[in-house]
């Protein structure tokens, strides 16, 4: 029988494809599906497929549809760096509708470098709503805390700030998680798993892979998994979550993934200009002018600088 379904966890090559009524099919890939899977992951969760379903809940996936978002990395096939060096693409997550990046108002003071960084994985990836949570707010003092993040919401980012200790803002955070399939990600230690918590009993425990930015766990194999969530939607449970990082964004790309400077790209002088040093730069006019906050430039030439740094020695 022929369905339609939702990839809600993959491991070691099968896929676990939920269809309409929530019955799932463990399912393999159509041998010619497989061949296409050489480059890159053909299917992956969050990704919506069709599928061939027989009565045993087994099942074959025939086809794939368009993706609208990705997050994904290259990889570096083994034994074959330098020049012309084949690369995989790992896809990480499909078509997740929104990533929230969880930073703590205090104890860990936000970074807004990092806030920044991840705000260019989420633009890179076409997630459409990158949604900001400022967690432990019953820590700081909230009209400051508000003044801090006020630039983001002027460029579209909404913040939601919440207090998993004291039950500010889950209701808010809730009512954002439902009917979507969500990236739940930021820093160790502010709070993702409490939250999680607060806004289901056991959630943050069966939620497992939310920490953004370490550094281990790039080869582990751990399945990567859509939790459904009581109120409806998912969270994105994957391991490569952990290691959401910038390294596949190019430095000459990078400025398009900050909505402010990106606008003002074309009118440099200079088709190539860093936006650094060179005369004639529209994107460091805007700076001194005001349109562009100076946290947001400084993280952008941060970045820049440790994105042509990696560039350099790979
Ligand atoms: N004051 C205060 N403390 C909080 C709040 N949320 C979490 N905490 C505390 O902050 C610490 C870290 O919370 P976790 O939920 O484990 O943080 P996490 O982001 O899941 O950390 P990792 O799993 O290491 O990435 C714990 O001691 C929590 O009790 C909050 O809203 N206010
Ligand atoms: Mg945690
Ligand atoms: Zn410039």
Redo the contacts with the bound molecule.
């Keep these: 029988m022929d369905r339609q379904g939702l990839v809600v966890k993959e491991q070691s090559g099968f896929f676990w494809v939920e269809v309409d009524e929530g019955t799932i099919y463990m399912c393999r890939l159509r041998g010619k599906l497989r061949e296409d899977a050489q480059a890159s992951d053909i299917a992956a969760i969050g990704d919506r497929v069709q599928i061939t379903a027989f009565e045993d809940l087994t099942g074959v996936v025939e086809a794939v549809e368009e993706r609208h978002s990705v997050i994904s990395r290259a990889l570096r096939t083994e034994g074959s760096r330098g020049a012309g060096s084949p690369e995989r693409e790992h896809v990480i997550i499909a078509n997740a509708d929104q990533a929230l990046f969880v930073f703590a108002a205090a104890q860990p003071p936000p970074s807004l470098k990092l806030l920044d960084r991840f705000l260019v994985v989420g633009e890179k990836s076409g997630i459409s709503d990158l949604i900001i949570v400022i ?2 707010i ?2 700081a003092d909230r009209a400051e805390t508000e003044e801090r993040f006020a630039p983001y919401i002027t460029l579209g980012y909404p913040v939601i700030y ?4 004291e039950r500010i803002g889950v209701d808010a955070l809730t009512d954002r998680l439902r009917g979507k399939i969500s990236v739940f990600t ?1 820093p ?8 999680l918590n607060a806004v289901e009993p056991g959630l ?1 425990r069966a939620v497992k892979s ?2 953004g930015f370490s550094e281990e766990g790039v080869h582990t194999t751990r399945d990567s998994e859509l939790v459904k969530l009581a109120v409806g939607g998912y969270l994105a449970d994957t391991p490569g979550i952990r290691t959401l990082n910038i390294w596949d964004v190019e430095p000459e790309e990078l400025d398009a993934y900050f909505r402010e400077i990106a606008p003002y790209v074309r009118e440099c002088r200079f088709r190539d200009c860093h936006h650094r040093q060179e005369p004639g730069c529209a994107v460091r006019r805007a700076v001194v002018a005001g349109s562009i906050h100076r946290s947001r430039y400084r993280s952008y030439v941060s970045l820049r600088e440790e994105l042509e740094e990696a560039y350099a020695i790979s």
Excluded: E, F, Q
Excluded at 162 to 165: I, Q, V, Y
Excluded at 188 to 195: D, E, N, P, T, W
């Design positions: 967690n432990k019953d820590l919440t207090s998993a200790l930021g160790s230690g502010v709070g993702k798993s409490s939250l943050g939310v920490s």
